[in-house]
């Protein structure tokens, strides 16, 4: 039982390190107040896979962190950043291996 | 009928109050994103005492105005307002009448015409439109009898307003004008006369002085200008030469915009008053409320 569970330890860690880390970095236009920033977060957060998001209000930067094995596509975002009343600038996927 | 002319002035003051986004005063062609909420309160506390019959008139209104704004599609936003009213009106000799109740309901659309965006920066004009439900109650009476046109909550009549608003806004500030003329119709016997207005309003990030990348709230500085001309009111058909005219408000305020909520508050202060005959004339406008972006 106790190697068992070594066994099993072992693997989850072992996968843990061997995923790939998908951030994704998208620039919005038409962002001038942090009321406006909520509108776009919101909508991202309500994506399927998203974890986590931190934006730059100056820049007009959101950086998104999916689940393992989640994405997401630039029409996807292209239409959510227009529903919320702005424009995409840019839109780019990040993979990072440990 | 003196007091009917400061009925087109009261509610001209508090019809403004529609607006989701950055000025006090008035509207805004900011974007509500579809599907998206923007509840908005605002106390709006009026006072016309400037009374050149010399008859001590005074009329007080304290209102809470509320606003629904949703985002029916990117570029097409509604909005719905519904003001509580409580009104007194005082004079010379102990005369104190009053009222109170849910007044008029307005509701309007917005399509965005132009829009263009920048890093930090934007810029749109937009079309508005709307009509004024008469949902308040025109017909209160107290021991004296049927209370003056200006004392009720409602007016009775379906109006009707038209106009064009621009924003253009940066991560210093922005500056929002709005140009609009709403058209009155007749209800018992009264015909207020239509009003065209412009509001202009211009707004400084005052803090943080410089942005850091923890900022996620600002305050501004405010400055608004609105000038209202108002065509004269008709009672029975006769035209009231007491009623309409030009009145110029400045209006400097502070605004508090975090990503959920915004606080803001300001005074309008008549700084040019052309009114014909002896209609009342305004002394203040002050205004204090909330939005909060769901």
């Known amino acids: 039982m106790k190697r068992l569970f070594f066994l099993l330890t072992l693997l989850f860690f072992t996968s843990q390190t061997l995923a790939e880390d998908v951030h994704y970095h998208i620039v919005v236009g038409g962002l001038s107040c942090p009321f406006c920033v909520y509108g776009v977060e919101k909508k991202l957060k309500n994506l399927d896979g998203v974890m986590d998001i931190e934006s730059e209000l100056e820049t007009g930067e959101f950086f998104v962190k999916v689940e393992d094995g989640a994405s997401l596509s630039e029409e996807t975002i292209e239409e959510l950043v227009s529903k919320a009343g702005f424009t995409l600038v840019t839109f780019e996927a990040i993979v990072l291996e440990d | ?294």
Do not use: C
């Open chain 2, 1 to 294: 009928m003196r007091p009917a002319g400061a009925l087109a002035s009261l509610i001209i003051l508090l019809a403004p109050v529609h607006a989701p986004a950055a000025p006090i005063t008035f509207s805004t062609a900011l974007p509500v994103g579809e599907g998206k909420f923007i509840n908005r309160e605002q106390l709006v506390f009026t006072r016309s005492g400037d009374d050149p019959g010399n008859n001590g008139l005074v009329i007080d209104v304290d209102a809470l105005v509320s606003v629904l704004a949703y985002g029916a599609s990117e570029k097409l936003a509604l909005f719905a307002t519904l003001p509580y009213l409580k009104k007194e009106l005082r004079q010379s000799g102990g005369v104190r009448r009053s009222s109170k109740g849910l007044g008029d309901l307005t509701i309007f659309g917005r399509y965005t015409l132009f829009q263009r965006d920048g890093i930090g920066r934007t810029l749109r004009i937009g079309a508005i439109a709307g009509i004024k439900a008469p949902t308040g109650d025109d017909d209160e009476t107290d021991a004296l009898g049927r209370l003056p046109i200006p004392l009720q909550s409602g007016t009775g009549s379906w109006d009707s307003f038209i106009g064009v608003v621009a924003s253009s806004e940066t991560l210093r500030g922005g500056f929002h004008s709005q140009l609009t003329y709403q058209a009155k119709t007749a209800a018992n016997n009264f015909e207020a006369g239509d009003v065209s207005r412009l509001d202009l309003s211009w707004q400084r990030r005052v803090w943080p002085r410089a942005l850091q990348p923890s900022s996620d709230a600002f305050v501004y500085g405010v400055l608004e200008a609105n000038i209202i001309h108002s065509r004269k009111s008709t009672v029975s058909g006769q035209v009231n030469d007491n009623s309409g005219g030009t009145t110029i408000f400045i209006t400097p305020g502070i605004q508090y915009a975090s990503k959920k909520l915004i606080l803001e508050a300001a005074i309008q202060i008549p700084v040019y008053q052309d009114l014909n005959g002896t209609a009342l004339e305004n002394d203040y406008v002050l205004r204090a409320g909330f939005r909060v972006n769901y």
